[in-house]
């Protein structure tokens, strides 16, 4: 499929299967309730796990989130790439996207050119990982298609190159601190 199925499926409010620079995802729109509640329930997760959004560029998370200038200098150093930064947000967005109790959204700009221009185009996305709850995420469309079947209107061919989810760190904490570990290794106290 192309990417401007991809748009029109996202513009209609359903669900968009993408690759990533770490693993295959699945993306919706961050402002539409309905179709994040479905992302919810076609992967059957948990409510208390709120949901990231990928960029296209750092303008488009500044619209969402306010940096400090330590996180602005720590993400620009891992942008594009596999490092997710949790940080205060702008808007509201639909409820799980991001930690409404906290005010906190996880955000990341994906190293992955295809990606990059569907965000360019749709604007920022919620994404998780393609596969059910619990599961090993997919790497590749065929992967997801086999976990999450019609449930995903469509899928972005294209193998994920990184295999490991992002790394999560929560910029809004003193010290910050790394929620999970993944492909970027980050030693906090000696990070800018």
Not at 62 to 72: G, H, I, P
Not at 74 to 84: E, I, K, N
Not at 112 to 135: E, F, I, K, Q, Y
Request: positive net charge; glycine residues 10%.
């Amino acid at each position: 499929m192309s990417v401007e199925a991809a748009l029109r499926a996202l513009r209609s409010g359903l669900i968009v299967g993408v690759p990533t620079d770490t693993v295959y995802g699945v993306a919706v729109d961050p402002a539409d309730p309905v179709a994040v509640r479905a992302l919810f329930e076609l992967k059957g997760r948990g409510e208390h796990l709120p949901l990231a959004v990928l960029v296209a560029s750092f303008r488009q998370a500044e619209a969402l989130v306010d940096f400090t200038r330590r996180a602005r200098t720590l993400v620009q150093s891992h942008w594009p790439g596999a490092f997710t930064a949790i940080v205060r947000r702008k808007v509201e967005l639909a409820g799980g996207v991001g930690d409404h109790r906290r005010g906190t959204l996880a955000v990341r700009m994906p190293d992955h050119p295809m990606l990059r221009d569907l965000l360019r185009r749709s604007g920022p996305l919620a994404v998780t990982s393609a596969n059910l709850s619990g599961s090993p995420p997919a790497l590749d469309a065929a992967g997801a298609r086999e976990a999450l079947g019609d449930g995903v209107a469509v899928y972005l061919e294209g193998r994920c190159h990184g295999g490991r989810a992002s790394t999560v760190v929560d910029l809004t904490l003193d010290p910050p601190a790394v929620l999970r570990q993944g492909p970027i290794q980050l030693d906090i106290a000696k990070a800018p």
